[in-house]
């Protein structure tokens, strides 16, 4: 997505603002992290007394591998966009603002212009699931050979001895199987 020019909004008064569409087909979120879709959505540029308040939403899909068996598998994710974006020129003297009060915010660059590329990156990535699963019931792999569990449901290891103590939960586990 191209940066958005945002001169003629920090011109106006304090409370104006404006929707900007947001349609990526591809973006690099992260080294280990990749879409599996476009990213789709809005965002609301408004104008405060000091800066540009960035407020909106973005749906995806990240192909993330399964937390139990590693299988990548495409997630839905809903990211929520909530930034502030500071001015680095002044917008009336063309001079630099100094920025030593706050040096870690988000700033406008000295075009007058907002890289919504950034933001959107940052919230998706904010907005990986913790615990992927590529479906709720994922049986995940062999603790012992690392077999997907999910392929072969009934994989036993000749060494899988039950205790006699505990061979009724077995019967049952295989009858609710």
Wanted: with cysteine; proline share 10%.
């Amino acid at each position: 997505m191209p940066r958005v020019n945002v001169a003629a909004l920090l011109r106006s008064a304090p409370g104006t603002s404006r929707t900007v569409p947001i349609s990526l087909a591809d973006l690099p979120i992260a080294d280990d992290l990749a879409l599996a879709g476009p990213v789709e959505g809005s965002v609301r540029l408004s104008r405060t007394g000091r800066s540009i308040l960035l407020r909106g939403e973005v749906e995806t899909s990240l192909l993330i591998p399964c937390s139990r068996c590693l299988v990548p598998s495409p997630m839905p994710v809903t990211a929520a966009i909530d930034e502030e974006a500071l001015p680095s020129i002044d917008i009336d003297s063309g001079l630099p603002v100094d920025a030593s009060e706050e040096p870690e915010a988000f700033r406008i660059d000295d075009h007058h212009e907002i890289d919504l590329d950034e933001v959107v990156r940052e919230a998706v990535s904010l907005a990986e699931p913790l615990v992927p699963l590529c479906r709720p019931g994922c049986r995940g792999l062999c603790a012992e050979c690392g077999v997907n569990l999910n392929d072969d449901p009934e994989h036993r290891h000749a060494g899988d001895g039950i205790d006699p103590r505990l061979a009724a939960l077995a019967d049952l586990r295989d009858r609710l199987d």
